[in-house]
């Protein structure tokens, strides 16, 4: 039992209970918090899995703007406490919610017990992986190879990121303009 | 201009005339008039060239008009000896019909329409005479009927001439029936529907004459040429204006069918043969009674028509079809003679039509009196006319083919100069017995005229040695096998005898019986149970009507009510009613819940993840 | 580090399956859109274990490919959540439902 196993244990202990308070939470600002937290486990998840640069971009793009720009927009729009319930009441819903995760949670466990293993791969030192197997680039750590591929077997993919942003944030421009008498 | 050019020049002109009036002409009586007889003379110029720049071969010449993957319908012509002469008659006839109807049709609101329609009705005409395959003289068929339901249906406001109209394309169209399936039978059997090559494939192999094909085909000659039991049309038919009548219903149209059968002659097997023979026979026989119960001048000639069709078909029946087309081509003209100057009568006596209500005509009328009395003679075959040559040549025919055959045609002339004399002592003689006939005149030149001509016609027509060389081969060709024939003599000599003996007791016992302008019908107060059988014309009209109103209405309405309710309602409505309830079911979907459609992706998730699994 | 390829893919799918419930049950629409995120980070998780087991960079690339569309998705998201609040006055799911059921 190594450190980073117990590690692990922590982590996604951390990230399960904060994922699972974020659902239940009914206030929503309490709600942004927990997915913070939730986004931060993950990220140490990633970095257990020696993906470091995603980790630090987990933390940068998705706990530092998205979450923010959630937090931002439910204070903007300042919804009120009352009305954030759970739907607790209507129980045909709760049913067939219960039923749908009881179902997810089988299949998962499934995967996990009865033969649909996925068998475990070696671990090997990261250093001396060959180039090239696998089919794609060898796995390193470093941000370099992600520059690589991102310029020379993901080009495309990248290019259309870019106007997929591009068009991203014409559209945001146009959904929120307010249209009023003089502004046409 | 070479003979295809001119043959199709003489095919196409009146096409265009009738082009010509639909578009410009249908308000303007007197140019829609001249446009219809121009062509018609252009049509008679055109049949000449052709005729001597043929030289007396023949001229074939086709395109193909149509092609299914291996199936070709072609369009062509084929102008030999006998298409010669029937395209001349045809021209001749129609064009004095043409001037005729200049002076008829005169004072009538719709001429453009007529002549229009007579136009069309010489294109398809045209069509029949001048074909070279089946599909090609089918098409021209149904065409030919059409102009004929256009025309004799011309006085729209009356009852009778939209019925009579509507009775005599539906019961053409029965003949046709026979006639398509024949067509189709004949493709399949031979592999082709032109004429001369299926004449080519039985005489290089006479195993494959069909009787089938041959009774097919002969369907339709039964509906056009008004034979049993297809023959009711031909007497309603006369509600058409009388230059239709003389047209359509006596010299061309109805000899179509008989032109048809002679096109066709090498497929027939002797069975057949000899039915046509019976059915000739019979009608001719049968129409020669039913004529003395009739008042309408017209209706009379009608079932003259009527009868003398039965001889073209029993002359052709006994294996002459030379004989059967002299007959035709002389019947054609005194035929149409009598029609104009029944219409010349009708005319003048202001639309009366009833002969009792005529009489004294011959002074009051001179000309078309004479000429009608001449077509008279040559219809009874008194010696020497046109009608004599070609009724003699029959008889003898019947003579040598058929004992009891030959009686009934004998008796059959006997009728024919009886109640044509009827007609014409009734009519012309004695005293005017109603104001129109009193006042009756003469009719003008337009009318008299081509009265003359065709009066001349009657009376020399028969004489076959003056026609010019290029027509009649084949009238000639059968007129000279008959002379061959063992015990001519004998039988000419006794068809002489028994000839004359018809048209002498025919026309002076009618004489004797009806007397000069008789006011009513003898017969009818002498004997009226005779007459009124006469009159009933063994109730075919009675029989057909209770047929269609009772068996085939019952028939129709279950018809209807299948493709009504079921077809409709079931089929057509169900199929939509199911989709419309997918569509309600599927509506039921949309609820504009979030939540409700998460739940329905979820359960399409799990049916993926079951598939995947291997459940189904 | 003895932890196998598995027990990160229960962690993923735990965690898909939590947003999925966040999904069917809040009725906050920002809620639900930070559920969705949750799910879209579960399958980030998986896909990097599965890369790190197959030794390839693939999964990484693929998932920074995801790091950015969703976020630029949660822009336009909220984008729309906000153009929907001034129409409605309510972010509550119920209330947006315009149709007569």
Known sequence: MSVLDILFYVFSAITLISALLMVVNPNAVNAAMAMIVAFVGTAALFVLLEAYFLAILQILVYAGAVMVLFLFIIMLLDVDRSEAEVAYKDKLAFAAAVIGFGLLVVLVAAAFLKGFYLPEPAVLPVAELPTGQAGGFAFTTSAKSFGYSLFTKYMLPFQVTGFLLLSAMIGVIVVSKKYSEDTK | ?616 | MSIGLNAFLTIAGLLFAIGFLGVILRKNTLVIYMSLELMLNAVNLALVSFSRFNNSMDGNLFVFFIITVAAAEVALGLAIIVALFRRRQSVMVDDLNALSR
């Open chain 2, 1 to 616: 201009m070479t003979a295809t050019q001119s043959i199709l020049a003489a095919l196409l002109t009146p096409l265009l005339s009738a082009v010509l009036i639909a578009f410009f002409g249908r308000r303007r009586g007197v140019l829609s008039s001249i446009v219809s007889v121009v062509a018609a003379a252009g049509i008679v110029g055109f049949t000449l060239l052709a005729i001597r720049s043929a030289q007396n071969e023949t001229i074939t010449a086709s395109f193909e008009w149509l092609t299914f993957g291996d199936f070709t319908i072609h369009m062509g012509i084929l102008f030999d000896g006998v298409s010669a002469t029937m395209l001349s008659m045809v021209a001749f006839v129609g064009f004095l019909i043409h001037v005729f109807s200049l002076g008829y049709m005169a004072d009538d609101k719709a001429r453009g329409r007529f002549f229009g329609g007579l136009s069309i009705f010489m294109f398809s005409m045209l069509g029949i005479v001048l074909a070279d395959n089946l599909i090609m003289i089918f098409i021209f068929w149904e065409l030919v009927g059409f102009s004929s339901y256009m025309l004799i249906g011309h006085y729209l406001d009356t009852d009778e001439a939209a019925a009579a109209s509507k009775k005599a394309f539906i019961v053409n169209r029965i003949g046709d029936l026979g006639f398509l399936v024949g067509i189709v039978y004949a493709y399949w059997h031979f592999g082709t529907t032109n004429l001369s090559e299926m004449e080519g494939i039985i005489a290089g192999n006479s195993e494959l004459i069909s009787t089938t094909i041959a009774a097919l085909l002969m369907c339709g000659f039964i509906g056009k040429s008004a034979q049993f039991p297809l023959h009711v049309w031909l007497p309603d038919a006369m509600a058409g204006p009388t230059p239709v009548s003389a047209l359509i219903h006596a010299a061309t149209m109805v000899a179509a069918g008989v032109y048809f059968l002679i096109r066709i002659d090498y497929l027939f097997t002797p069975e057949v043969l000899s039915f046509i023979a019976v059915l000739g026979t019979s009608v001719a026989f049968y129409a020669g009674f039913c004529a003395y119960a009739q008042n309408d001048i017209k209706r009379v000639l009608a079932y003259s028509t009527l009868s003398q069709l039965g001889y073209m078909a029993a002359a052709f029946g006994f294996g002459y079809p030379g004989v059967a087309l002299f007959h035709l081509i002389t019947h054609a003209f005194f035929k149409a003679l009598l029609f104009l100057g029944a219409g010349s009568i009708i005319h003048g006596c202001h639309h009366e039509q009833n002969i009792f209500k005529m009489g004294g005509l011959f002074k009051k009328m001179p000309l078309t009196s004479l000429t009608f009395i001449l077509g008279t003679l040559a219809l009874c075959g008194v010696y020497g006319f046109s009608g004599f040559y070609s009724k003699d040549a029959i008889l003898i025919a019947a003579g040598f083919e058929s004992g009891p055959l030959f009686v009934l045609l004998v008796i059959g002339a006997f009728l024919t100069a009886g109640y044509m004399g009827r007609l014409v002592w009734i009519t012309f003689f004695g005293k005017s017995k109603s104001e129109a006939a009193a006042h009756a005149h003469e009719s003008g030149l337009a009318m008299t005229v081509p009265l003359i001509i065709l009066a001349v016609l009657s009376v020399v027509g028969g004489l076959t040695q003056f026609w010019p060389e290029q027509l009649g081969g084949l009238i000639r060709a059968d007129l000279d096998t008959l002379h061959h024939v063992e015990g001519y003599d004998a039988m000419h000599l006794k068809v002489i005898y028994l000839g004359t003996a018809a048209w002498v007791v025919g026309l002076l016992g009618a004489l004797f019986f009806y007397g000069f302008g008789a006011k009513e019908d003898r017969l009818e107060t002498k004997a009226g149970p005779i007459y009124g059988f006469l009159a009933g014309r063994l109730w075919f009209d009675e029989l057909y009507n209770f047929y269609v109103a009772n068996i085939q209405q019952r028939v129709a309405e279950l018809l209807g009510f299948i493709d009504l309710v079921i077809i409709k309602g079931l089929i057509v409505r169900g199929s939509a009613g199911v989709v419309g309830a997918f569509s309600i079911c599927a509506k039921a979907l949309h609820v504009g819940s979030i939540h409700n459609y998460v739940y329905w992706f979820l359960g399409g998730l799990v049916l993926f993840m079951a598939a995947a699994a291997g459940i189904f």
